[in-house]
């Protein structure tokens, strides 16, 4: 069973900026492509970012697309995001998800049955 545990989480006003992180046990992170989701209240459940098994490729979701961050850190098991410039609609409980198919696929996996571990989720609000 592969663990994935949320940090970061806060109440920021917009404007501001937060860093997440999400630790990841196991000697096999980097052979999993990884994810970060959020769901809001009413809302499905979206991918805001995700990054290739050694971080040369990445995606990003269009309303967070030149104000957030992904990063990884295979030597430490760790997946990051920075998000600059919030905004009040990025209020949202954040995932981090793993993708160990990954090395199947053309492009990264953006519907949320394509990841097979989630962490428990951090919430992150953002005050107007």
């Known amino acids: 069973q592969v663990q994935l545990v949320e940090s970061g989480g806060a109440l920021v006003q917009a404007g501001g900026s937060l860093r997440l992180s999400c630790a990841a046990s196991?000697?096999?992170?980097?052979?999993?492509?990884m994810g970060w989701f959020r769901q809001a209240p009413g809302k499905e459940r979206e991918l805001v970012a995700a990054?290739?098994?050694?971080?040369?490729?990445?995606y990003y979701a269009d309303s967070v697309k030149g104000r957030f961050t992904i990063s990884r850190d295979n030597a430490k098991n760790t997946v990051n995001l920075q998000m600059n410039t919030l905004k009040p609609e990025d209020t949202a409980v954040y995932y981090c998800?793993?993708?160990?198919?990954?090395?199947?696929?053309?492009?990264?996996?953006?519907?949320?049955?394509?990841?097979?571990?989630w962490g428990q989720g951090t919430q992150v609000t953002v005050s107007s």
């Open positions: 990054i290739s098994r050694t971080g040369g490729t990445t």
């Open positions: 196991g000697h096999t992170f980097s052979t999993y492509a």
């Open positions: 998800a793993a993708d160990r198919r990954s090395w199947r696929k053309a492009a990264l996996a953006i519907a949320p049955d394509e990841y097979d571990y």
